[in-house]
């Protein structure tokens, strides 16, 4: 076991045993308004990241990382780390065969928060309806 701090959060967070190489991960939906900016996150870091219609495809470049978060509540939790060092986190969803992906606020521009507040939380597609 190791232990890391995240260089944009003050938090330190345990992770289980050594990294592992990922190289693709099957996500739930986001929403219509995110997918784009969260593509284009994923382009900088050497990824992909595509709507599949009942799910999204994340594509890692390769050298990306994952590793578990210590303390599972219930599904587990991953960082996943990109060659370039950026990270991400993992919600792994065993219910449902699927990931959420957790990306840092600051990486999100200012009018799709506003976007989700206004919604009360963000608007869902069926299918995402359907997921959860």
């Not at 701090?5 to 693709?24: F, N, R, T």
């Not at 994340?58 to 950026?86: C, K, N, Q, S």
Request: charged share 30%; with cysteine.
């Amino acid at each position: 076991m190791n232990t890391r701090k995240h260089k944009d959060l003050d938090i330190v967070e345990e992770v289980v045993a050594a990294e592992q190489p990922v190289s693709e991960r099957r996500t739930t939906l986001f929403f219509d308004e995110f997918l784009p900016v969260l593509a284009a996150i994923f382009e900088q870091h050497g990824g992909r990241l595509e709507n599949h219609g009942t799910y999204c495809l994340a594509t890692f470049p390769p050298g990306t990382t994952r590793a578990e978060i210590l303390y599972r509540v219930r599904d587990p939790r991953f960082w996943i780390t990109f060659p370039d060092g950026y990270r991400i986190q993992e919600d792994a969803m065993r219910s449902i065969e699927a990931s959420r992906l957790r990306f840092l606020a600051a990486d999100i521009p200012e009018h799709l928060h506003e976007l989700c507040r206004s919604l009360g939380g963000g608007r869902r597609t069926e299918t995402h309806k359907k997921l959860h």
